[in-house]
Every structure is written in structure tokens, then in C-alpha cells.
């Protein structure tokens, strides 16, 4: 049987879009760029966008 890191192999895949968003920009390409839109004041939802902010500060994506 083989254990799987989920949190490092989830850090190693960040890493990876981090130098390939990072490679765009020094390229002078445009970047992704992540649109959130919340309907209401869902607590859960509030949370899963701040989650996947802090994943695109983490890898160079832009957010709104």
C-alpha cells in the first residue's frame, strides 16, 4: 500500500502553477484571472472564495 501526502503533493502542484503563472509574466502574457461572484450571505461559500483567494495570492493568480 502506498500513502499519499495530499498536503504536499497539493504544495507541489501550487509550486508548479506558481512557475508557470511566474514564466507568463516575464513573458509579458496575460495571466488567469479568477471571478467570484456570491449571491446571499452563505457562511460556507464565504469561506470557500477566501480559500481560493489565498490560492491564487499563493500562486500569482489575480482575483476578484
Partial sequence: MILLDGKKVSN???DEIAAEV????????????LAAVLVGD???????????VRSCER????ST
Avoid: C
Avoid at 511566474?22 to 484571472?33: I, L, T
Avoid at 500562486?59 to 489575480?62: D, L
Fill in 42 to 52: 452563505d457562511g460556507a461559500s464565504l469561506t470557500y472564495v477566501g480559500s481560493k
Fill in 22 to 33: 511566474q514564466k507568463m509574466k516575464d513573458r509579458g502574457e496575460k495571466v488567469p484571472h
Fill in 12 to 14: 507541489d502542484i501550487k
Fill in 59 to 62: 500562486v500569482g493568480v489575480e
